[in-house]
């Protein structure tokens, strides 16, 4: 039976039960709930701390779990990433009061740093031969550590940087990491028995909903012109109509150009386009 980390709570926690709900598999209906298991499906899901996640993988405890990447690189765990997950996607930043004019990491020399992510900040800041005077390690508001005399900079998750504005800070030097959501697994061992499953199960969640199926009508003179505006993975599906000289395409677009093809196809002649959402597939 695949054992499977689950975040119990915070950002990650609904999106992660949601894509595992989508990708047919069970999930807990009371939040209390620490083990669930899933035998129709051969897994048991273990609801813990996203921050504790990777530990545990790494340790061999569970043999997969979601986390973020920025807290698998903290972790020092020996766990890997084994997918992207598409959800909880976030910038690590440099920050630093507006009035100090930093630009770039090298500065950050000889200065104090607050953090949530310690080995994560530490690990960057040695890759860039940059040694500061100090790692503080802050679970929560770090945006307010240089005004209580705590650090000179700080190393945080910014998403529009409202906060930190309004904290009088400024973000400085390029992206510490791009994290977002991310399957994660041991490096040592045989893979474990199910992951196979999980991941062609996940994968198949995130091309459903990165994709739709169009499906459209045209003149048999202009089936060239239409298919090269929407060749599909392989090749799209061609049909005879009643009126033999039409017929129906079916093709998978990418949803974020959906109106963009709709209206390149209608320009070239194709009517009775439709466009249907896919609930799951495998590729």
């Not at 129709?40 to 701390?49: T, Y």
């Not at 530990?55 to 020092?76: E, F, H, K, P």
């Amino acid at each position: 039976m695949l054992r499977i980390a689950v975040p119990n709570k915070g950002s990650l926690s609904e999106p992660a039960a949601e894509m595992l709900r989508e990708a047919g598999y069970r999930q807990r209906r009371d939040s209390r709930e620490l083990v669930l298991p899933d035998p129709d499906n051969d897994v048991e899901f273990f609801f813990l701390r996203p921050r504790d996640i990777a530990v545990y993988v790494g340790a061999g405890t569970v043999d997969v779990g979601i986390t973020g990447r920025d807290l698998l690189l903290d972790s020092a765990s020996s766990a890997t990433e084994h997918l992207e997950l598409g959800f909880g996607r976030s910038t690590f930043r440099f920050a630093a009061p507006a009035t100090q004019g930093l630009r770039d990491v090298s500065e950050v020399d000889g200065r104090r740093v607050a953090t949530s992510y310690p080995v994560l900040v530490g690990e960057y800041l040695r890759s860039h031969g940059v040694t500061a005077s100090g790692v503080v390690r802050l679970d929560g508001a770090v945006e307010t550590a240089i005004r209580l005399g705590v650090a000179d900079v700080i190393a945080d998750v910014v998403e529009t940087g409202t906060t930190l504005r309004a904290a009088g800070l400024e973000i400085f030097g390029e992206p510490i990491l791009k994290s977002q959501a991310v399957l994660v697994r041991r490096t040592d061992g045989a893979e474990p028995a199910g992951l196979d499953v999980l991941t062609r199960r996940l994968q198949g969640v995130l091309t459903a909903r990165q994709y739709v199926l169009m499906d459209y009508d045209v003149p048999l003179a202009l089936v060239d012109q239409a298919v090269a505006i929407t060749p599909g993975l392989e090749s799209p599906t061609v049909s005879p109509l009643h009126n033999r000289e039409w017929a129906a395409v079916r093709a998978m677009v990418r949803r974020d150009e959906t109106n963009r093809v709709m209206d390149a196809l209608y320009d070239v002649g194709a009517r009775a386009i439709l466009v249907t959402s896919i609930h799951a597939c495998r590729l």
